[in-house]
């Protein structure tokens, strides 16, 4: 069992939580993700970890209830457990195994849209532990939906934007972005866009015009979390990648974000499920037990 140490309500429908969980706490990296289980029969969720204390052996996450699961999840108090908390999952972050020298070298600019921020800031927080400082813009709905404000700004430099413009920037991230570069004149050597399908498309489209090299972390349908059931099929450039081995991050420039997302869409339905068994033969692997791939 993997205890709750704190469980509290970050803004409108968006939960944090630090769990003890020692083992993944010691290894964890930027980038990576957990998947936790409420209970013997719950469902596995697949949630990027915001935050982690090596000494004090402790696994920040955030997320915001999408289904039963996490609805189930998010009532969850201090003191209570969760059955399974698996992780560290995935690659870590790219920049992590860079030489420090050249690292320095580079300027980062990393877009979060809305629960993004969370899987954002352990990233920012490396590099500024390292000496080197990242531009950083946090987009929301509105002021109400803006998430670890003081925590982001206290690692680099902040842009907050807001879709009906109640706080800070008012616009999408990607007017955020322009103005950094078109109005600003700042330069960057590596975009981190994190956030909804639809606003890592965009920035990326943007991004791709600019000339600024994107990297996305995709978080789509996962299962197991080792490869083998196929939900988390990507195609980037000409390959086909697994979210959950593979990434989650991966070149911008090269991920097919409308085929990600209409996938997103279609295995919410059995006959989705069925269809993409059909359409994908033997890459989709199958073994999951939800999506009919293994029967």
Request: glycine letters at 12%.
């Amino acid at each position: 069992m993997y205890k709750i140490l704190k469980a509290e309500k970050l803004a409108e429908n968006i939960y944090l939580m630090d769990v003890e969980a020692p083992r993944i706490a010691k290894s964890a990296k930027p980038g990576q993700f957990i998947i936790a289980k409420i209970d013997e029969k719950g469902e596995r969720i697949p949630l990027t970890i915001c935050d982690y204390d090596k000494e004090a052996g402790t696994i920040t996450i955030v997320f915001q209830p999408v289904g039963a699961s996490t609805e189930k999840m998010c009532r969850l108090q201090a003191g209570d457990s969760f059955r399974d908390f698996t992780g560290p999952l995935g690659q870590p972050s790219e920049f992590v195994h860079e030489d420090l020298d050249e690292l320095k070298k580079k300027k980062y600019l990393f877009v979060a849209g809305g629960v993004g921020t969370a899987p954002v800031y352990p990233q920012v927080k490396w590099l500024h532990e390292r000496g080197i400082e990242a531009d950083v813009i946090i987009g929301a709905k509105s002021k109400s939906f803006v998430i670890l404000e003081k925590e982001m700004s206290e690692v680099g430099n902040l842009t907050v934007a807001t879709d009906d413009g109640s706080y800070g920037f008012k616009g999408m991230v990607t007017g955020a972005i322009e103005d950094l570069v078109k109005n600003q004149g700042k330069h960057y050597d590596v975009c981190v866009a994190i956030g909804p399908m639809i606003m890592m498309k965009f920035v990326c489209k943007l991004t791709k015009e600019l000339g600024i090299p994107t990297i996305v972390s995709l978080n789509p349908v996962m299962v197991d979390g080792t490869g083998m059931c196929g939900a988390c099929r990507v195609v980037v450039g000409d390959e086909v990648k697994f979210a959950c081995v593979d990434g989650p991050e991966f070149d911008g420039h090269l991920v097919d974000f409308d085929g990600a997302m209409q996938r997103q869409r279609m295995y919410k339905t059995e006959e989705g499920k069925a269809l993409l068994k059909l359409q994908e033969g033997d890459t989709h692997h199958g073994g999951c037990g939800n999506c009919g791939g293994d029967e």
